[in-house]
T-cell receptor, first 114, second 111 residues
C-alpha cells in the first residue's frame, strides 16, 4: 500500500513564524501535491510538483512556497505565518505521466496560527 | 472556471435505508470524475474514477454513475461503517492531474 506520511498531526505557531510542513511518500511516485482543506471551501490546491526540483503553482499559492529536493519528499513552507493560514493541510502523491492515477493522501496536519 | 457542487451537505440515514449523493459539475471538457471517502481525522481515500457519460463503477454497497452534467453515488443498504464524508472531484481535459474538489457530503448512518 502507498503510504504518505506527514510529519506532524497538529502544529501551533505564532503569527510571523516560518513554518515547515513535511511530507514523505514511499511508492516512488513522480507527482506530489499540497492541498488545504477548510470547512465550506473544500480542498484547494496550493502547489504541486511532477518531478524533483520542479514545482507549479496551484490555485492558492500566495503566502506559501515549496521544496522538492528528493523524489520522496515534498515540503510546504509558510514564509511568515498568518492567522488566515490556520487550516488542515493535506499532502498527496500519484504516479507520473499524462494520464490520471489516483491521489494518495496523508492524514493531514492541522495547523493553528495564533 | 470549473465548479463542483455536492448535495446534500449532510445526510442522515438509518441502517439499510438506501439513498444517493449528487455531484454536479461544470467543466469545459471532462477528463475524469473522482469519488473519495474521508473519515474524521484522516486524508481522503480514493473510491472510483469515471471517464465518460453512462459509465458505472461499483464497490461493495457503493455504485457511482456519470452523466454529462452530474454524478451520483448510490449507497445501497448502508451500514454504520459507511458513515464518512464523500468528496467528488473533476479533472479538466488538458489539466495536469489537477483536481477541483466539491465540499463534500457528510453521511451518517445510524444503527
Amino acid at each position: 500500500d502507498v503510504k504518505v506520511t506527514q510529519s506532524s498531526r497538529y502544529l501551533v505557531k505564532r503569527t510571523g513564524e516560518k513554518v515547515f510542513l513535511e511530507c514523505v511518500q514511499d511508492m516512488d511516485h513522480e507527482n506530489m501535491f499540497w492541498y488545504r482543506q477548510d470547512p465550506g471551501l473544500g480542498l484547494r490546491l496550493i502547489y504541486f510538483s511532477y518531478d524533483v526540483k520542479m514545482k507549479e503553482k496551484g490555485d492558492i499559492p500566495e503566502g506559501y512556497s515549496v521544496s522538492r529536493e528528493k523524489k520522496e519528499r515534498f515540503s510546504l513552507i509558510l514564509e511568515s505565518a498568518s492567522t488566515n493560514q490556520t487550516s488542515m493541510y493535506l499532502c498527496a502523491s500519484s504516479l507520473g505521466g499524462q494520464g490520471y492515477s489516483p491521489l494518495h493522501f496523508g492524514n493531514g496536519t492541522r495547523l493553528t496560527v495564533t | 472556471e470549473d465548479q463542483v457542487t455536492q448535495s446534500p451537505e449532510a445526510l442522515r440515514l438509518q441502517e439499510g435505508e438506501s439513498s444517493s449523493l449528487n455531484c454536479s459539475y461544470t467543466v469545459s471538457g471532462l477528463r475524469g470524475l473522482f469519488w473519495y471517502r474521508q473519515d474524521p481525522g484522516k486524508g481522503p481515500e480514493f473510491l472510483f474514477t469515471l471517464y465518460s457519460a453512462g459509465e458505472e463503477k461499483e464497490k461493495e454497497r457503493l455504485k457511482a454513475t456519470l452523466t454529462k452534467k452530474e454524478s451520483f453515488l448510490h449507497i445501497t443498504a448502508p451500514k454504520p461503517e459507511d458513515s464518512a464524508t464523500y468528496l467528488c472531484a473533476v479533472q479538466e481535459e488538458g489539466g495536469f492531474q489537477k483536481l477541483v474538489f466539491g465540499t463534500g457530503t457528510r453521511l451518517l448512518v445510524s444503527p
